[in-house]
Structure formats: C-alpha cells, structure tokens
C-alpha cells in the first residue's frame, strides 16, 4: 500500500501562488493515475485535478483550469499542484490520492493522504 504526505499548504493573499507536493513512500506511483482533491468546511470533498500514469493526459476541475497546473516526477515518487492566481474559495483541506485511472470521483482513488491547509485571504 502506497503512503501519501502532502505539504506546502498556508496562508496567502489572493492572487497569490502555491506549490503543494505529495510524497509517496512504500511502493512507486508509476502505475497509478494521481488526483488532488480539496475539502472546505462544510463542504463535501470536490475534485480539483488528476494526472495519468505517465503524465501525458491532465484533467481539471472548471473551477482551477488556467491557474492549477498538475504535475509528476516518477523517478522521485513525487506529484505536485502549482497554484496561482488563488482566490478566497480555494481555501481548503487538499488532498492527494492515488488511483486506477484519472477519475473525477472519489471512489476511483484507494489511497489518501492526511491533507495540507490552504487558506487565502481576500
């Protein structure tokens, strides 16, 4: 079972930029499809953007496409979101998660990490 540890969460203003990573140790990556979803309070947990086994295929939320960017390094066991142009209603809990395939629902995916905090102010 692949473990998943996201970071690079914080407070930033809006319109500013975030790198979050996600770290996957115990098995490689190379074979599963990667998501990043997000929960606010209150909210039920939404898709934000998945990227397929060897990067070549990206799928985004209408809410981030243009200011989120997904990307892989398999050879470090890494996935990361860039994140610009953040606005008040990214704040959230978000997560990363690993998957058969690039799905936009939760249940395609059979491994989470515990989350990283994002919070931008207006």
């Known amino acids: 079972q692949v473990q998943l540890v996201e970071s690079g969460g914080g407070l930033v203003q809006a319109g500013d930029s975030l790198m979050l990573s996600c770290a996957a140790s115990?098995?490689?990556?190379?074979?599963?499809?990667m998501g990043w979803f997000r929960q606010a309070p209150g909210k039920e947990r939404e898709f934000v953007a998945a990227?397929?086994?060897?990067?070549?295929?990206?799928v985004y939320a209408d809410s981030v496409k243009g200011r989120f960017t997904i990307s892989r390094d398999n050879a470090k066991n890494m996935v990361y979101l860039q994140m610009n142009s953040l606005k008040p209603d990214d704040t959230a809990v978000y997560y990363c998660a690993a998957g058969r395939a690039t799905q936009v629902n939760t249940l395609g995916y059979h491994a989470w990490g515990q989350g990283t905090q994002v919070t931008v102010s207006s």
């Open positions: 115990g098995r490689t990556i190379s074979s599963s499809a």
């Open positions: 990227i397929s086994q060897s990067g070549g295929s990206t």
